[in-house]
């Protein structure tokens, strides 16, 4: 084998990409993988600085461990690189802030129904709460299927139940988990990302990672080099090349070539058909599709260095009762003709596990949803932000607490992850969204019409949260190269 030819190429190194390099590596193939940035986990890139290791772009890792995480881990042989330092904080909760119409904040902890009390819920609301969790804990795939066309809010709006179960149920497992207005996100979605966090007893155990989720998928792509492979960080690929209607190889923008009769790319799918190969090398319904396809919603917010400890759990969200937000509002707010004023916001922070920040020091996330534009204007999100955050938890704001804060916004993050390909899009969280039309069945399948050419990332196969549906789809897009089902 020549010195630039490879068995595969993989484009990219975020959880996706890492995941299906890792995985052919593994089994002893010479995979060549290539990324813009300078380590793996693309958006969810790990910086390390002042002592603090932190992702640019919130996380929640929903499923708890065991996850595919930790399979990719098991399957390679790394496990005993990985250190899981989550699990070793005990009693973590995530905390709902829920404000009422009465302009109350309560503190309610998912774990313990106790704590709802403050909310003067009867017992009749309460066993109606009871009564819809479990009917969709124990929904069968076909009732599921019957929810794939319906919305996450149309789907709860039609169930009998207190405002605060619905508002945190859709928000959290509609709009949270999918970045995606609940308006548009399937209530099948929102379902099956509710059981996923909840199933203790499959997922019993926190996780985040030593190193951060960044250091994780670093860690694992390590088996490239392993087994005879090659990494080119901080390198951009200009284009897949084709002949004679086949992936042959790519060629940078440095002018390098790399050959394999394998080209799989964690770009993005629009990024990869319109950018990468070029429309004209695709059927053109397929190309019309893929253009077609609604973008996700992206975070803002703030990114908070604080000197003392602010946070005692790694996760907090707060839920307005008129959260519920959808596509057409988020519209708005892009246009200026809105200011946010009712969303909700995630605050969190990893400061809390060992080895992630020096002692009683925090990095405190705090977000909220926005259109994907990185054009627009983020100074209304910002202010909103701050303001909830000054009313939540006022000993941030004392003199001297925060040492330094910087903006997560849109630009920031599109340049880890995915490029800007068409006008309006560039600052998606999860890239393509898992909206009706075009998830469950009608999902873009990892292989691509042209001979040799795969995707794997958010926009193909896999489900779930951000990251895990990323990692899923290196799975999924293994097991159909290979027939080794190992999921």
Same mark, same amino acid.
């Given at each position: 084998?020549?010195?630039?030819?490879?068995?595969?190429?993989?484009?990219?190194?975020?959880?996706?990409?890492?995941?299906?390099?890792?995985?052919?590596?593994?089994?002893?193939?010479?995979?060549?993988?290539?990324?813009?940035?300078?380590?793996?986990?693309?958006?969810?890139?790990?910086?390390?600085?002042?002592?603090?290791?932190?992702?640019?772009?919130?996380?929640?890792?929903?499923?708890?461990?065991?996850?595919?995480?930790?399979?990719?881990?098991?399957?390679?042989?790394?496990?005993?690189?990985?250190?899981?330092?989550?699990?070793?904080?005990?009693?973590?909760?995530?905390?709902?802030?829920?404000?009422?119409?009465?302009?109350?904040?309560?503190?309610?902890?998912?774990?313990?129904?106790?704590?709802?009390?403050?909310?003067?819920?009867?017992?009749?609301?309460?066993?109606?709460?009871?009564?819809?969790?479990?009917?969709?804990?124990?929904?069968?795939?076909?009732?599921?299927?019957?929810?794939?066309?319906?919305?996450?809010?149309?789907?709860?709006?039609?169930?009998?139940?207190?405002?605060?179960?619905?508002?945190?149920?859709?928000?959290?497992?509609?709009?949270?988990?999918?970045?995606?207005?609940?308006?548009?996100?399937?209530?099948?979605?929102?379902?099956?990302?509710?059981?996923?966090?909840?199933?203790?007893?499959?997922?019993?155990?926190?996780?985040?990672?030593?190193?951060?989720?960044?250091?994780?998928?670093?860690?694992?792509?390590?088996?490239?080099?392993?087994?005879?492979?090659?990494?080119?960080?901080?390198?951009?690929?200009?284009?897949?090349?084709?002949?004679?209607?086949?992936?042959?190889?790519?060629?940078?923008?440095?002018?390098?070539?790399?050959?394999?009769?394998?080209?799989?790319?964690?770009?993005?799918?629009?990024?990869?058909?319109?950018?990468?190969?070029?429309?004209?090398?695709?059927?053109?319904?397929?190309?019309?599709?893929?253009?077609?396809?609604?973008?996700?919603?992206?975070?803002?917010?703030?990114?908070?260095?604080?000197?003392?400890?602010?946070?005692?759990?790694?996760?907090?969200?707060?839920?307005?009762?008129?959260?519920?937000?959808?596509?057409? /509002?988020?519209?708005?707010?892009? &246009?200026? @003709?809105?200011?946010?004023?009712?969303?909700?916001? +995630? $605050?969190? *922070? =990893?400061?809390?596990?060992?080895?992630?920040?020096?002692?009683?020091?925090?990095?405190?996330?705090? /977000?909220?949803?926005?259109?994907? &534009?990185? @054009?627009?204007?983020?100074?209304?999100?910002?202010? +909103? $932000?701050? *303001? =909830?955050?000054?009313?939540?938890?006022?000993?941030?704001?004392?003199?001297?607490?925060?040492?330094?804060?910087?903006?997560?916004?849109?630009?920031?993050?599109?340049?880890?992850?995915?490029?800007?390909?068409?006008?309006?899009?560039?600052?998606?969280?999860?890239?393509?969204?898992?909206?009706?039309?075009?998830?469950?069945g009608d999902r873009p399948t990892c292989d691509l019409p042209i001979p040799g050419l795969y995707s794997v990332g958010n926009d193909t196969e896999g489900f779930g949260v951000g990251t895990h549906r990323a990692c899923e789809s290196g799975f999924l897009t293994y097991q159909k190269l290979t027939g080794n089902k190992i999921i």
């Open positions: 084998m020549k010195q630039n030819d490879y068995d595969a190429i993989v484009i990219g190194a975020g959880p996706g990409g890492a995941t299906i390099a890792s995985l052919l590596a593994n089994d002893g193939k010479r995979i060549l993988l290539i990324d813009k940035n300078a380590s793996a986990g693309g958006k969810m890139t790990t910086f390390h600085k002042d002592g603090h290791t932190y992702e640019m772009f919130p996380l929640n890792l929903i499923p708890y461990a065991p996850s595919l995480f930790e399979k990719l881990a098991e399957v390679t042989g790394k496990t005993d690189k990985v250190r899981n330092v989550a699990a070793e904080f005990k009693g973590d909760q995530v905390n709902i802030l829920y404000h009422d119409r009465n302009d109350k904040v309560h503190l309610l902890d998912s774990g313990n129904l106790s704590s709802f009390k403050s909310l003067k819920m009867g017992l009749g609301d309460m066993m109606r709460s009871v009564l819809a969790v479990g009917k969709m804990l124990l929904m069968s795939d076909k009732g599921l299927k019957k929810l794939e066309k319906i919305s996450a809010l149309d789907y709860m709006n039609s169930l009998k139940i207190p405002e605060v179960t619905k508002i945190f149920i859709t928000a959290a497992f509609g709009e949270g988990a999918f970045e995606m207005s609940s308006d548009m996100v399937p209530a099948s979605h929102m379902i099956r990302a509710f059981r996923l966090s909840i199933n203790k007893k499959k997922y019993p155990t926190p996780r985040y990672y030593q190193g951060g989720v960044g250091g994780f998928f670093m860690t694992m792509v390590e088996t490239v080099v392993e087994n005879g492979g090659s990494i080119l960080w901080k390198t951009r690929v200009k284009s897949i090349d084709i002949k004679d209607g086949k992936a042959i190889g790519v060629t940078t923008e440095k002018g390098e070539k790399f050959t394999a009769p394998l080209i799989i790319s964690n770009a993005g799918l629009r990024q990869t058909v319109f950018k990468l190969v070029g429309e004209k090398h695709f059927p053109k319904e397929y190309a019309k599709r893929i253009q077609g396809l609604h973008s996700n919603l992206a975070d803002v917010g703030w990114r908070y260095f604080t000197s003392q400890k602010v946070l005692d759990f790694s996760t907090y969200v707060y839920f307005p009762y008129n959260c519920l937000e959808p596509w057409s /509002v988020f519209e708005e707010m892009k &246009d200026g @003709k809105r200011k946010p004023l009712s969303n909700y916001i +995630y $605050i969190g *922070t =990893k400061s809390v596990y060992p080895t992630i920040s020096p002692s009683d020091k925090q990095v405190i996330y705090a /977000v909220m949803s926005c259109h994907p &534009d990185p @054009k627009q204007d983020l100074t209304p999100y910002l202010e +909103y $932000i701050e *303001t =909830k955050l000054k009313l939540l938890f006022p000993k941030l704001f004392t003199d001297g607490v925060i040492e330094r804060k910087e903006v997560m916004g849109l630009k920031e993050v599109s340049v880890l992850g995915v490029d800007a390909i068409f006008a309006g899009q560039g600052g998606e969280s999860y890239g393509i969204a898992n909206s009706i039309g075009q998830s469950d």
